[in-house]
């Protein structure tokens, strides 16, 4: 962890910034990837799958009979787990979701609101590895429910016996998704963006992924499918004072630091002592973590940064827009009022980072790579969209009708004046 | 106008696909012209706007003396028009501000809520063009200050003179706007997105263009600035049967055939008869059209699809999912409640789309080519972001924190595991 010394708020800005993704390497090979799955559906999705992961299954879809057989395979302690956290996120979830139609007369005669509708067809991307994220597959496929998306396709790369992780099953099948593929990579993206002969096509896909996925995702998302938001590497900030707990700070700083050598943790802290406090405690438990070489790497490119007071912290956790922010400081609750540009906020020295990853309810799909200045998290909105409709009565068009006419005439567009000066008549 | 027959839904999904737009081969130009802004700043601007605008402006960004000359020129009359709509368009959307933050206790001792917090940076593209769309900044400067954006940026192409039209510039000084900039096509979108030594660095970038300005957002979408949503050419769907009053039909179907060749209309009628006239009645009305030229090809493109009910007139729409849909049948509110596919409703016979584009008080910047299926119109969302936050107690993590536990130790994330222990102890 190296320390920033700033001169200023615009060169603490440009000492802060994340290096930038390459990806042009890349984007021809998945380019041509997306075509062969565009033009010959499944038989493109099984070849590349024999190439991409060494063998292909011979059917794509999970079975019944798979998602049944996982289930007996989660231990119990983890189900317990599991079901603790669905709870907990799908109350937070169902909260955001806006059934009340306000109607708004705006003036006399027009009355103009807003719906609440699910995006019908929605896909989701799991990574594979040697441990993947059956927590992403509540973080997606729970909203997706609650939202009421009729179709929720999943992809997740086949391991090497052609099965998918039976943590990820027991998830998919907990939330009542049938359409699980082992299918991944840049052909998942594929087939869910354009459809196959077994994949259904879907209109928005959501889901973290390495780079071939990444770029997939963002050449699919110029065309015709939305995205949820652009991928980064895993981000969080510490803010803390004298008065922090150097143990729990230092824990939250790895936790992010684990998940990959390019993860970014910052330290904003307004005691030069308790800085040198949070690190040194670091470096004693990265010693003891199993995932030590990666946490190291990632730790050694991190940031801290000392200011002179818990506000001088904000404005520069402002600026750096993480997508954790931690506020481990007894105003914490003050400073989470200042708080501009952040993905999620964990408030007060109990909030730390994981209980977001898994379990308080909160979404842990989050704005990267300073895109929190302009994305939220993942939330009902991103599974939803805001229909507007209108009334308007006759006499509402006879008193709105001349300002209609006056604008669309200065627009020069007649046909749209027209469509009232009718009404008028 | 052209009548699908169509043999099943599917069917008519392929017969009513839009045609592609091909944005290839200008991928390139555009491409450098981003380099160019991104590495010589306000030198590229000035260098691009001569070669594209054959002029370029003294001062690139618009003077206080400038802006209250164009008030003196704009008439009173479409003042008054700009106002009324202003004030609607204002009620509308503030009614979208969520100020309340529901705190939901998830579980005993965790507190999650969303908190609405405007983008800091914005910025607004305005086409030139021989009548500038200033309806425009109106639908996109009035959300921005609502939302409270700290700085709101607009560009807009100068005419040859060097100047921009005194309607945009009207607009935008009633709105409070005060960086306007001379700068038009692809080499505005760079600016906002990198920034130049006179045009402040956006972090979101809205408003419609030709297809340089939407490729240029396309690409600057791709790394790290946001953008609306896809642009594409206008789009009208027309619910009607037996009773619906032709004339109004026609005018409205003719309404967004002006807007360009490639805009694109349906209409979705129950009854045969009523499709004839409403064709006949639209082809009497085009020949009066000062752009009937434009209104004729377009028109000519578009298609009518007879059904043998309203509600399956709903269902094809919603396939469809047109970026204007209006209701004229006498049973138009019961199907609204049907609308799945849409981006902004006109419920009933006086509903015309015109009104949703002045002055009604909705916003007339909505998703087009499809993509109502995943994508909202532009609403306070678009201008703010949700950030969550959460507290949680002592009592709280003692509650679930062995539930992390559990689900990270799964996913071999230790060190997130760790993070709830060293809280536990």
């Known amino acids: 962890m190296f ?75 983890l189900k317990k787990a599991i079901l603790i956290a669905k709870n907990n996120i ?39 590895g040697s441990a993947p994220l059956f927590s992403t597959v509540l973080m997606l496929a729970i909203p997706a429910k609650l939202a009421g998306c009729k179709e929720i396709v999943l992809c997740s790369p086949p391991r090497s016996g052609g099965s998918i992780n039976s943590v990820v099953l027991y998830c998919a099948k907990l939330l009542g998704i049938t359409k699980v593929f082992k299918i991944g990579g840049a052909q998942a993206i594929a087939a869910m963006a354009y459809g196959t002969e077994t994949v259904p096509k879907v209109s928005k896909i959501f889901g973290p992924g390495n780079r071939f996925v990444t770029v997939a995702k ?28 150097a143990e729990f700070a230092a824990a939250d700083l790895l936790s992010q630091c684990e998940h990959g050598p390019d993860s970014q943790v910052g330290l904003f802290v307004s005691d030069e002592d308790k800085k040198n406090e949070i690190i040194a405690e670091a470096e004693r438990q990265l010693e003891l973590l199993p995932r030590k070489d990666i946490a190291q790497k990632a730790f050694a490119l991190s940031f801290a940064v000392v200011v002179d007071s818990n506000e001088k912290a904000i404005e520069l956790t402002n600026i750096w827009a993480p997508e954790h922010l931690i506020l481990a400081t ?33 979404n842990h799909t989050l704005p990267t790579n300073g895109a929190a200045k302009a994305y939220s998290g993942l939330n009902m909105d991103s599974f939803m969209k805001k229909i507007t409709f209108q009334t308007i009565s006759e006499n509402g068009i006879k008193k709105i009708g001349n300002a209609i006419e006056t604008m669309a005439a200065a627009e020069q567009l007649d046909a749209h004046k027209n469509a009232v000066t009718v009404r008028l008549k």
């Open 218 to 245: 963002q050449l699919v998302n110029s065309c015709e499918t939305a995205i949820d938001m652009p991928a980064g590497p895993s981000e969080l900030a510490v803010v803390a004072d004298k008065n922090t707990n």
């Open 90 to 128: 799908e109350k937070f979830h169902q909260s955001q979701i806006i059934t009340e139609r306000k109607k708004i007369t705006t003036s006399e005669g027009i009355e103009c609101w807003q719906k609440m509708v699910a995006i019908e067809k929605v896909g989701i991307y799991i990574p594979g």
């Open 330 to 362: 007894d105003d914490a609750e003050i400073l989470a009022e200042k708080v501009i540009n952040a993905g999620s906020v964990f408030v007060g020295k109990y909030a730390c980072e994981s209980a977001g990853d898994y379990a308080s309810g909160t």
């Open 3 to 77: 320390t920033i010394d700033y001169s200023n708020d615009k060169d603490f800005e440009l000492r802060s910034k994340r290096p930038a993704a390459k990806t042009d390497d890349i984007i021809p090979v998945v380019k041509s990837v997306l075509e062969e799955v565009k033009n010959k559906g499944d038989k493109a999705v099984r070849e590349l799958t024999l190439k991409f992961d060494k063998s292909c299954p011979k059917e794509l879809l999970a079975t019944a009979e798979e998602l049944d057989a996982a289930e007996k395979e989660v231990p119990e302690d």
